[in-house]
């Protein structure tokens, strides 16, 4: 399964695109997504982290880890070591920068990779993270599926994406917001114009609630759950080995 919906719409494939898309955008990445989260997106880092606590996971895989912000709110749990993978060199620079200051250079490693094709052996994972990454695969089974591989048998992977709230007046407002509110910040003080028109659009063909349950069963993950938040503007879904 893969979405048509793509950062450009050129003749390249959508993962040429989404790593070209997150290069161009590094350099303002953590703080537009601070900025039009309204830092909620902190809380629901923190919110799917706390899930894992009862593994005690020691080696942490974190799929699409963009600059690292994910990986870093990991460490609330002591793992032994987090490992972030990324297709966008420019994200994990930036991303090796945070990591660096803090003096956690032996503690998490952020490496290039293509999620679909992790380059780590079966079963190598206590636990696996990936926040808002998902939507961006360019064959949702397949990534999810190579996501399973690398966990140990149960080992737990937890997901945050993007989800649209059914409820009045949020949905409205939240719709609102994406289609109009966000790209125009998002062009203001991004280089690249497409990005933020890409991200609500990539929302809104996802799928999501039931049928990414049904699609995580499918690939194999073992009783698959969604956690909404903030009214539904955010969903965790979780699942085993």
Known sequence: MSSK????????????QVAEMFDNIAGNYDFLNHFLSLGIDVFWRKRAIKLLKKENPKLILDVATGTG???LQTLDLNPDHITGIDISNKMLE???????KKGLNEKIELKYGDSEDLPFEDGHFDGLTVA???RNFENL???LSEMLRVLRPGGRAVILEFSKPKVFPV?????????FILPFIGKYFSKDHRAYSYLPESVASFPEDQNLLDILKKCGYDSPRQIRLSFGIASIYTGTK
């Not at 919906?5 to 040429?16: A, Q, R």
């Not at 930036?94 to 660096?100: L, S, V």
């Open 5 to 16: 919906v793509t950062p450009y719409g050129s003749g390249e494939s959508k993962k040429k």
């Open 69 to 71: 912000d994910f990986a």
């Open 94 to 100: 930036k991303g090796r920068e945070k990591i660096a």
């Open 132 to 134: 808002f990454g998902v």
């Open 141 to 143: 089974e397949k990534g």
């Open 171 to 179: 949905k409205q407002l939240y719709t609102f917001y994406f289609r």
